[in-house]
């Protein structure tokens, strides 16, 4: 079993939808839960990252953690074309200086105009 | 931009050659990590470097080998190169655990 689960979908909405996109993860260690877009070819790019459980928002995104269920998710209000990527979620440990990223295996997701 | 720059973006090697690959930032950050991503997969860490010494290591072979140099600049080496290495390597920098920005990237294709 692996680490951190996520649904690869493939995912495809129309423009102006709200987007759910979920992680699972079995390591009870996990305190940093970030979300990255990923571009056809390109680096992943850092959305958001939350350290406890609950809600965080920046502008159309908001991520949840639940601790207790073990459960991330990242949601996109009013989906844009642009939104059109790969989305990963990564979690890691607090540890000295160590800061080794676990990944999802990413959810691909299409906006349609 | 996050700053992270890399280089080469893209090379073609064949199998039992060995590879190096550069990883650069503008920002003075000092630990460096390098992932590797499979097609249609999440990146798999590697290893990392804190001021100039690895103290962390992924699921890989020795044949992967790094280096970070004194302006935090860093290298993966790879060794006797196999048709599986074929991926997208990335590197990360990044001070904290929760804000690690990585570059676009070097496609890696094994012949």
């Known amino acids: 079993q692996k680490e951190v689960e996520q649904d690869p979908g493939p995912l495809s909405v129309p423009e102006g939808a709200i987007v759910s996109l979920n992680c699972t993860y079995s390591?009870?260690?996990?305190?940093?839960f970030m979300w990255y877009r990923q571009y056809s070819r390109k680096g992943p790019e850092l959305l958001m990252y939350?350290?406890?459980?609950g809600n965080k928002e920046d502008g159309r995104f908001t991520a949840q953690v639940d601790k207790s269920s073990k459960y991330i998710s990242l949601f996109i209000r009013d989906s844009q074309p642009s939104d059109s990527a790969t989305y990963l979620c990564?979690?890691?440990?607090?540890?000295?200086?160590?800061?080794?990223?676990?990944f999802g295996s990413g959810t691909q997701l299409t906006v349609l105009p | 931009e996050t700053g992270v720059t890399q280089s080469p973006t893209h090379l073609i090697k064949t199998r039992g050659q060995q590879v190096t690959l550069r990883c650069s930032s503008q920002?003075?950050?000092?630990?460096v990590s390098w992932y590797q991503q499979a097609l249609g997969q999440g990146p798999q860490f590697i290893f990392q470097?804190?001021?100039?010494?690895?103290?962390g290591r992924g699921n890989f072979p020795p044949r992967f080998s790094g280096l970070q140099f004194p302006n935090y600049s860093s290298e993966l080496n790879v060794n006797a190169l196999e048709l599986d290495d074929s991926a997208l390597y990335l590197c990360?920098?990044?001070?904290?655990?929760?804000?690690?920005?990585f570059g676009p990237g070097t496609r890696l294709t094994v012949t």
């Open positions: 390591n009870s260690a996990f305190q940093y």
């Open positions: 990564a979690m890691s440990v607090p540890s000295g200086s160590a800061r080794q990223l676990t």
């Open positions: 470097y804190y001021r100039e010494e690895e103290n």
């Open positions: 939350t350290y406890s459980s």
């Open positions: 920002s003075g950050h000092n630990t």
């Open positions: 990360a920098m990044g001070t904290d655990a929760y804000e690690q920005y």
